[in-house]
Antibody
Framework: QVTLKESGPALVKPTQTLTLTCSFS??????????VSWVRQAPGRALEWLGR???????FYSTSLKTRLTISRDTSKNQVVLTMTNMDPVDTATYYC?????????????????WGQGTLVTVSS | DIQMTQSPSSVSASVGDRVTITCRAS??????LAWYQQKPGKAPKLLIY???TLQSGVPSRFSGSGSGTDFTLTISSLQPEDFATYFC?????????FGQGTRLEIK
């Protein structure tokens, strides 16, 4: 059974750096084709993909946020870490980590198969 | 970036009704589209991928169709648990993008 859970601060101040951890079980990010993404959702708004890290440590980022984002992994701990710099009130959102579709890696599997419960991050002074 | 536009933004329907939600891509994406259901305070749930493939465990009253730029999600006979918000997502190319959502409400 695959599970994912996000953790991190509920409140950050403007200009601070946000660090969130996704702890997962039921799969290994070292396995060929495994990928984990971060997705966020501002209150009452649509889903927004932030970025992804792959089994081979390759990373992909949102066009609009790539200068502020870093996604890394700790394979031994089964964790993926999202770092977002220069936080602003517009970044207030629920942040989700999600496992992407089972390998092989094709356009047919670039969906979000398993999700964490999400963690609400509020940016306010 | 590929823009995904859903319509309507909200719809009211009754239990037993047939409902169709539309998603349009700003450029052709073949059949590389997924649909999700989200209930308040919960994470999204994958319903359909590759435009028409039902995810394991999803009731057969849900179906998807379309290719190129125009796609539909159909619920054949609404059940009480189906009242939620639905999102489409293109899986064709990076960056991954979602539609703005369609809220399905009880009439």
């Amino acid at each position: 059974q695959v599970t994912l859970k996000e953790s991190g601060p509920a409140l950050v101040k403007p200009t601070q750096t946000l660090t969130l951890t996704c702890s997962f079980s039921g799969f290994s990010l070292s396995t060929l084709g495994m990928r984990v993404s971060w997705v966020r959702q501002a209150p009452g708004r649509a889903l927004e993909w932030l970025g992804r890290i792959d089994w081979d440590d390759d990373t992909f980022y949102s066009t609009s946020l790539k200068t502020r984002l870093t996604i890394s992994r700790d394979t031994s701990k089964n964790q993926v870490v999202l770092t977002m710099t220069n936080m602003d009130p517009v970044d207030t959102a629920t942040y989700y980590c999600a496992r992407m579709g089972d390998p092989p890696v094709t356009k047919a599997s670039e969906f979000f198969q398993d999700w964490g419960q999400g963690t609400l991050v509020t940016v306010s002074s | 970036d590929i823009q995904m536009t859903q319509s309507p933004s909200s719809v009211s329907a009754s239990v037993g009704d047939r409902v169709t939600i539309t998603c349009r891509a700003s450029q052709g994406i073949s059949t590389w589209l997924a649909w999700y259901q989200q209930k308040p305070g919960k994470a999204p749930k994958l319903l359909i991928y590759a435009a028409s493939t039902l995810q394991s465990g999803v009731p057969s009253r849900f179906s998807g169709s379309g290719s190129g730029t125009d796609f539909t999600l159909t619920i054949s006979s609404l059940q009480p648990e189906d009242f939620a918000t639905y999102f489409c997502q293109q899986t064709d190319s990076f960056p991954i993008t979602f539609g703005q959502g369609t809220r399905l409400e009880i009439k």
